[in-house]
């Protein structure tokens, strides 16, 4: 059974924006730090954004004023809204929640997201 659960991935063209949702059972969304990673064809995955249960967040410098990642606690779901998109986004976005305890992590399956005209 998926623990998370990614949708909103596509293809936009360069300026254009995206949200990005991943609902997550209960029992992992509350006792964890959310985040968004991606990872671009023969490259590493990394880190894009996280937000820990008190909505602290931390942001990837390539990101930051373009993407705004966000959490509802009462739908066990995060966000990640993506504007003024560039073809270098483009990747695979995957969720990935980091809980305290018992402490393990998760991975989403990922949802694609091309930006190209």
């Known amino acids: 059974q998926a623990q998370l659960v990614e949708s909103g991935g596509g293809l936009v063209e360069p300026g254009g924006s995206l949200r990005l949702s991943c609902a997550a059972s209960?029992?992992?969304?509350?006792?964890?730090?959310m985040g968004w990673y991606r990872q671009a064809p023969g490259k590493q995955r990394e880190l894009v954004a996280t937000?820990?249960?008190?909505?602290?967040?931390n942001y990837a410098d390539s990101v930051k004023d373009r993407f705004t990642i966000s959490r509802d606690n009462n739908k066990n779901t995060v966000y990640l809204q993506t504007n003024s998109l560039k073809s270098e986004d483009t990747a695979v976005y995957y969720c990935?929640?980091?809980?305290?305890?018992?402490?393990?992590?998760?991975w989403g399956q990922g949802t694609q997201v091309t930006v190209s005209s």
């Open positions: 990935h929640a980091d809980r305290i305890f018992p402490p393990r992590e998760y």
């Open positions: 209960g029992s992992i969304f509350s006792l964890s730090t």
């Open positions: 937000i820990t249960g008190s909505g602290r967040t």
